[in-house]
């Protein structure tokens, strides 16, 4: 689904954690980092749970230079993953952190 026919989706006053995550996908796809951001972290306060919206936000913040901002979200994912048992979206985000450390 385009950006445009998400925002106006949000601009009715649908406003929930799966639509919010699709519009952070969405422009973060398209190069908006910082647009997305916060579309994922309007998500995350949706549901705290989300882990996968968290690995997103990791992303969006490291490619808008946030890398502080992004090992806070990666953090955050990997103990929402390890709650629910999120197998893949823990490991994922260790190896982003592993990465993240390694540039620094």
């Known amino acids: 689904m385009s950006t445009e026919a998400l925002e106006k989706m949000l601009a009715k006053g649908m406003d929930n954690a799966l639509l919010r995550f699709g519009l952070g996908k969405a422009h973060l796809d398209v190069g908006n980092a910082a647009q997305a951001a916060e ?44 709650a629910k048992g999120d197998k893949q979206a823990e490991k994922e985000m260790s190896v982003f952190l592993r990465k993240l450390d390694k540039q620094r």
Not at 51 to 62: D, E, I, R
Request: glycine share 12%; net charge positive; charged share 20%.
């Open 39 to 82: 579309h994922l972290q309007r998500c995350v306060g949706f549901d705290p749970s989300y882990s996968a919206a968290w690995k997103l936000l990791g992303k969006a913040l490291q490619t808008d230079g946030d890398h502080d901002g992004a090992r806070q979200a990666w953090q955050q994912g990997l103990k929402a993953a390890q």
